[in-house]
């Protein structure tokens, strides 16, 4: 009996002593650390398609000037974008088939504001230096070794491509070229993994979405005529601030950063 008392005295004790720590000592910042609010998960990659088939196309400049505003919405989380705890800026392919790419990280873009962002953006990929391949493989390649060595594994990983989505192969070869496109060193990295392939045509689109194997990767595509629309004035409204530009987010929820349906091809 004695014993069983003694029990309760002393659990009654500990509840006095939390419920007086989380009165008092918390607003001494005691428990500052422990509380706090959710921290951003989201790794988010960009790679921009430099090869001349892109670079010389009628929608470059119009997307750069879209991910500078993009860019701009994530990192600042404004219209209830999401924002990413890391992001990786670079170029899809190369001189040569392989070629390793400098990927700008977060830090490059975090402070700006979207004028610098789009000069940055024209600064890192100029348009008078192409890339004479587009080697999709060789990004998603840096791209697994990047979450690798950075121990990012397991967070969810957005991978945007501003691309005509075009592999560069002969043109009768084009369908089984995108049997070429390798996903497997992306698909262990985490459970929610999604590739957005923006400023492409309906029929690439479709190619990328039928053809390429995969079984854990997620893939979105977007044809570069409704990339556009998002400048229209209806959507993008002159003269109002753009932290105030509520139409313009719900265009890219609804049309960039949709969720996407898991489809396994083989």
Not at 62 to 75: G, N, T, V
Not at 194 to 218: E, F, M, N
Request: with cysteine; glycine share 6%; hydrophobic share 40%.
């Amino acid at each position: 009996m004695i014993y069983k008392m003694r029990s309760r005295i002393a659990a009654y004790s500990a509840a006095l002593v939390l419920v007086f720590c989380l009165s008092s000592c918390n607003s001494e910042g005691f428990f500052e650390g422990f509380f706090t609010e959710d921290q951003p998960r989201l790794v988010l990659f960009v790679g921009v398609d430099i090869s001349g088939s892109f670079l010389r196309g009628k929608y470059f400049d119009d997307s750069l000037h879209f991910l500078a505003h993009y860019l701009y919405a994530h990192l600042q989380g404004v219209g209830g974008m999401e924002q990413p705890k890391e992001l990786f800026v670079g170029s899809i392919g190369g001189s040569n088939i392989g070629e390793a790419k400098t990927l700008f990280p977060i830090q490059t873009f975090e402070y700006l504001t979207i004028p610098e962002i789009h000069s940055k953006l024209k600064e890192i990929f100029p348009k008078n230096k192409v890339n004479e391949f587009t080697d999709f493989n060789a990004f998603f390649h840096h791209i697994s070794e990047t979450v690798t060595n950075r121990k990012l594994i397991l967070r969810p990983l957005a991978i945007v491509l501003i691309s005509d989505g075009i592999p560069d192969v002969p043109e009768a070869d084009r369908d089984q070229a995108f049997k070429t496109i390798i996903l497997k060193p992306l698909e262990n990295l985490s459970r929610n993994i999604v590739i957005r392939l923006l400023y492409t045509d309906a029929q690439t689109g479709d190619q990328w979405t039928s053809w390429v194997p995969r079984r854990r990767v997620k893939i979105l595509t977007q044809d570069a005529v409704v990339m556009k629309e998002w400048r229209d004035p209806s959507i993008m409204i002159p003269g109002k601030d753009f932290e105030d530009q509520d139409r313009f987010f719900d265009w890219v929820k609804n049309q960039v950063d949709f969720p996407v349906r898991l489809r396994r091809v083989d």
